[in-house]
């Protein structure tokens, strides 16, 4: 009896401990997952942040003003980058070309440099789950909810005017409009946070900083 006694003793603490370890287990590969769901968003996202404003026309906007050239064009896409929306809940908003004039194509496709509806694209946390905009109100699911359950989605957008003086070959004549040249340069920072579907204990968070590559140029040099 005292051996049937010990080896029952035995035989549960071993159960309770392959269950820890199991458990254990499970919530390990949660984590991994929602982590792993969570990076692969945000670098979606800042990649995506990286080609707004993508223009195939774009040396057009940094040419002077000399005798025989156009006045400089201005980017129709960069000024439609946008971040709204309410605490942790955010909507961005932004557009690049998909005319990008490239050759060695089947078929040649020549900038328009008009913004349309199919080149407008976003994302958005709706009922906890990120959508990603294809073309204007097109907005497609880019997480599973049955999975992750993103509780947060915020983005910082952080602009500096940086002067293009130095690469006028004239200086500017003083008081004039637009001159010297300006780019925007626009930092983004990305904060996601997450939970399991089935597990609100198993949480994570990422935070990820990029630029904005394409931001718009103002004015001109003199000629």
């Known amino acids: 009896m005292v051996g049937i006694t010990?080896?029952?003793?035995?035989?549960?603490?071993?159960?309770?401990?392959?269950?820890?370890?199991?458990?254990?287990?499970?919530?390990?590969?949660?984590?991994?997952?929602?982590?792993?769901?969570?990076?692969?968003?945000?670098?979606?996202?800042?990649?995506?942040?990286?080609?707004?404003?993508?223009?195939?026309?774009?040396?057009?906007?940094?040419?002077?003003s000399a005798s025989g050239f156009p006045p400089p064009m201005e980017n129709p896409y960069s000024g439609t980058f946008s971040v709204t929306g309410a605490a942790n809940s955010a909507v961005l908003t932004y557009s690049y070309s998909k005319n990008m004039g490239r050759s060695g194509v089947a078929v040649y496709d020549p900038e328009d440099n008009i913004l349309s509806n199919n080149e407008i694209a976003g994302f958005r946390l709706d009922n906890h789950t990120l959508q990603f905009q294809l073309g204007n109100g097109n907005w497609q699911p880019m997480t599973d909810p049955a999975v992750l359950t993103v509780t947060s989605f915020n983005l910082v957008a952080n602009t500096q005017?940086?002067?293009?003086?130095?690469?006028?070959?004239?200086?500017?004549?003083?008081?004039?409009?637009?001159?010297?040249?300006?780019?925007?340069?626009?930092?983004?920072?990305?904060?996601?946070?997450?939970?399991?579907?089935?597990?609100?204990?198993?949480?994570?968070?990422?935070?990820?900083?990029?630029?904005?590559?394409?931001?718009?140029?103002?004015?001109?040099?003199?000629?």
């Not at 029952?8 to 603490?13: F, H, L, P």
């Not at 930092?187 to 968070?205: F, I, M, W």
Request: charged residues 15%; aromatic residues 2%; contains cysteine.
């Open 6 to 64: 010990v080896g029952m003793i035995v035989t549960a603490g071993a159960g309770v401990l392959m269950i820890n370890q199991l458990n254990e287990h499970r919530r390990l590969v949660l984590e991994t997952q929602i982590q792993q769901d969570l990076r692969a968003s945000a670098e979606l996202i800042m990649r995506e942040i990286r080609r707004a404003g993508s223009w195939g026309s774009s040396q057009n906007a940094v040419w002077t």
């Open 161 to 223: 005017n940086i002067g293009l003086g130095a690469f006028c070959e004239v200086a500017c004549p003083a008081g004039a409009a637009n001159c010297p040249p300006t780019q925007a340069v626009t930092t983004v920072t990305v904060n996601l946070s997450g939970q399991a579907t089935h597990d609100a204990a198993v949480r994570r968070s990422i935070a990820i900083t990029s630029r904005v590559r394409n931001e718009q140029v103002t004015g001109s040099c003199p000629s």
